[in-house]
């Protein structure tokens, strides 16, 4: 990497939080992931990744529980707390939070800087239980712009399509920001790297943007979770972790998120998202969003 890289562009340090919340204990939880943050924040990090439903925990026994740990965004005092560090830190959080907007709850992600609330993502595709529970994202897949760059946000299941990356680069993502709570795959052998990294890193390749997954571990009502966070560059080869599948721990990568851009030009002819076919297919693959930079 050249000086001019190194002093003019985009270069940050991403840490991933792989935790073990426990379901129920709010209080417990939110704490815990302020220290894993002060933690990041003084080797420092500036882009802080956590896992899906961290503040509440992920197994509930009845929609009466699911809603009683859940809370207004970002009203409600976990963002509040998260928004303190991060100010305090100048800070970058994707945190994933039980969220409640009147008579409904929303699997989501607070996207918070040093300011404040940027804004929230709402979990798109719902996985197993979580129907009983949750109604399906309403806002799409928004890119946020900020100082460290266009950061996009999943939820887990969601990156298991791949037109919600696409939908993420083709508004300029330079970053994909995943909380999850990753459970084991049928057929996965013990050898190999776990399906949703695999994925993480086909989508990163397939779309030229970072990857930064903060996944949790333990088991939480006989549900067994994999661990394996994972930062994986817009090569598609990983650059922090993957963690171990059963240790809470915090994984860093730095990357210049500007070669995302850059990289897009594969040779002399080929830009992965311009080589779009969109005379055969959608631009937006039907999505209301606009396109951004790519």
Request: a negative charge; glycine letters at 8%; aromatic letters at 10%.
């Amino acid at each position: 990497m050249s000086d001019r890289k190194a002093h003019d562009e985009a270069i940050v340090k991403i840490a991933c939080i792989q935790m073990e919340p426990v379901v129920g204990e709010k209080q417990r939880n939110v704490q815990r992931s302020l220290e894993f943050i002060e933690r990041a924040a003084a080797n420092g990090a500036q882009l802080v990744v956590l896992p899906e439903l961290c503040n509440s925990g992920y197994v509930f026994n009845s929609r009466d529980e699911a809603f009683a740990l859940a809370e207004e965004v970002p009203a409600g005092p976990t963002c509040r707390s998260w928004e303190e560090v991060a100010h305090e830190h100048g800070l970058h959080i994707i945190a994933g939070i039980n969220e409640r907007e009147g008579r409904s709850l929303y699997n989501a992600a607070a996207v918070i800087g040093p300011s404040g609330h940027l804004g929230t993502f709402r979990k798109v595709h719902l996985w197993d239980e979580e129907n009983l529970f949750f109604e399906p994202g309403n806002l799409g897949f928004t890119v946020f712009q900020t100082p460290l760059g266009r950061i996009g946000t999943l939820i887990c299941y969601d990156a298991w399509f791949p037109e919600s990356f696409r939908l993420c680069a083709l508004q300029g993502a330079d970053i994909v920001c995943i909380p999850t709570n990753w459970v084991p795959i049928p057929g996965q052998a013990q050898d190999r790297e776990a399906m949703a990294n695999i994925l993480c890193m086909a989508a990163a390749h397939s779309n030229s943007l970072f990857v930064a997954a903060a996944d949790r571990i333990g088991v939480e009502r006989d549900q067994p979770f994999i661990g394996q966070s994972v930062i994986v560059s817009y090569t598609g080869w990983p650059i922090g972790g993957s963690a171990s599948p059963d240790r809470e721990e915090i994984i860093y990568a730095e990357a210049n998120l500007a070669d995302a851009r850059r990289g897009r030009n594969w040779n002399a002819f080929n830009q992965v998202l311009r080589d779009r076919r969109t005379d055969l297919y959608g631009e937006m693959l039907g999505a209301k969003a606009s396109p951004g930079w790519y």
